[in-house]
């Protein structure tokens, strides 16, 4: 019986071999953390971390060093909730990360 393969994982911060396809809307790095209560955590994304077998992100990092599966998180304007749960607040609409049409996809960078 073969063993599930285990993904590798690249962080973004650390290659040059992989960028975000659409890194001008979908780079959430910097963005403020808020949890369930759409309070602020006090902590930011700080590295988004690639699946590289399925050239997506899967996982994002916080500046407390936690991570979190990228298909959990809600994104906002500026923001991310971190909860895995659909979230409004009077000033953000948010959609989960996987409602958002290729999001996180990734490719090689070319020279």
């Known amino acids: 019986m073969d063993t599930p393969k285990t993904p590798t ?8 071999d992989w960028e975000l396809t659409f890194e001008d809307s ?3 790095r910097g963005y403020k953390v808020l949890g369930q209560d759409g309070n602020v955590t006090g902590h930011t ?3 988004l971390l690639i699946d590289t077998d399925n050239e997506r992100v899967a996982m994002i990092a916080t500046s407390d060093g936690k991570e979190y599966p ?3 998180i809600s994104i ?3 923001v991310v ?5 659909y979230a409004v607040n009077e000033d953000h609409v ?5 409602e958002i049409e290729r999001y996180g996809e990734v490719r090689r960078r070319t020279i």
């Not at 994982?9 to 040059?16: C, F, H, I, R, W």
């Not at 909730?81 to 749960?85: A, F, Q, R």
């Not at 948010?94 to 996987?98: E, P």
């Open 9 to 16: 994982y690249v962080s973004l911060n650390e290659t040059d």
């Open 26 to 28: 979908q780079d959430i």
């Open 45 to 47: 994304v700080s590295d």
């Open 70 to 72: 990228a298909h959990d």
């Open 76 to 78: 906002g304007d500026g």
């Open 81 to 85: 909730y971190v909860t895995g749960d």
């Open 94 to 98: 948010v959609r989960r990360a996987t």
